[in-house]
């Protein structure tokens, strides 16, 4: 059996949670492969909202296993007071990779420290505490979700760390820990997640040699990949389909169906370029529409039309057999859709993303607008304008639209 795979095809908050949380009922499995905290899925069920950030989206499927593998870097505080607490009898459908990385108090201060020195200069990171995870995770001196299993061990460990980088901690008016204190959090942190941690890479390979259906859910997007996203405004992991293998200990040839999602216009968090945002009434206009705010900060998303270069050039990365196509309602109403079809750089049209999209202008086409598609949930009832302008954007990007989403709530999705 092979493994399908959900992938965000630009600068994150395309709607992952929602099409995973629809496919989650057809599988066994559902594995979450990069990323920490920063990252949130919002999925809305029956008029309910959930708000995941840790946790696979499979975990509202009572019938799924859900797992976080070992490219994940994991805060204990955020998995255990903000989302295990959502669900009942989590511990008995949840288990944790002990090769996952750990996201400590002192991580998340380090973030906001080096953020508030770069002032004007500062990528625009949520300060959770991720890239100075993977940082310690890069340069080996990080900690592992297994060393839980000892807290005192670890608390030995973590006070050394400080010891040794205490010019370091000074700069950025960190203080040490007190050992007992520390000590005592890492066994709450132990009592609420042993069961859970275990080898998860036996595990998936374990389901796929039962010939179990197994998802692989990844986060943020393409265009924040730490390779080939807009560096050095990306995350600090792979976002692609390829960091499954890694992420999870599985390998290329047990991937299966990959499936990218993608807004029917683009946002970004952060700092950054962003070619295709648009800082007029129309960009306002799709924030308040689409509520684009962060679902871990609450941050105001930068707003503008879809980036069908980029898009293309994801859904070549990461071998896109169908995409989904998120948020079509929120486009209802305007007179006139544009897509970014090129990019105009030192005065020369490109259909490629440039080494450096700082200066890249868009080149836009526009396509007539409808009136709405909120609500609906059969291809056929879809208005024309907006059939033309999905059959447009598939020839752009190179791939079919297998899944279109006319609303938040799982109900109003099309299945071609």
Known sequence: M????IVGLQWGDEGKGKIVDLMAKDYDMVCRFAGGHNAGHTVVVEGVKYALHLIPSGVLNPNAINVIGNGVVLSPDNLIDKE???????EKRLFIS??????????ALIDQAKEKLKGKNAIGTTGKGIGPAYADKISRVGHRVGELLDPGKLAGKIMEYFEQNRAIFDVYGIDTPDREALTKQLQGYKAKLEGMITNTTNLVQDALGENKRVLLEGAQGTMLDIDHGTYPYVTSSTTISAGACS???????QIGKVTGIAKAYCTRVGNGPFPSEDFGKEGDRLREKGHEFGTTTGRPRRCGWFDAVAAKEAV?????DQLALMKLDVLDGFEQVKVCVAYEVDGKRVDYIPYDLEDAKPVYESFAGWE????ISEYEQLPQNAKNYISELEKLVGTKVGIISTSPDRKDTIVL
Not at 98 to 106: E, G, N, R, W
Not at 316 to 320: A, D, K, L, P, S
């Open 2 to 5: 092979l493994a399908d795979q």
């Open 84 to 90: 295990m607490s959502q669900f009942e009898n989590i």
């Open 98 to 107: 002990d090769k996952a990385h750990l996201v400590l108090d002192y991580h």
């Open 247 to 253: 992420g999870l200990g599985i390998n290329p040839k």
């Open 316 to 320: 070549r990365v990461n071998g896109c």
């Open 372 to 375: 709405k598609v909120e609500g």
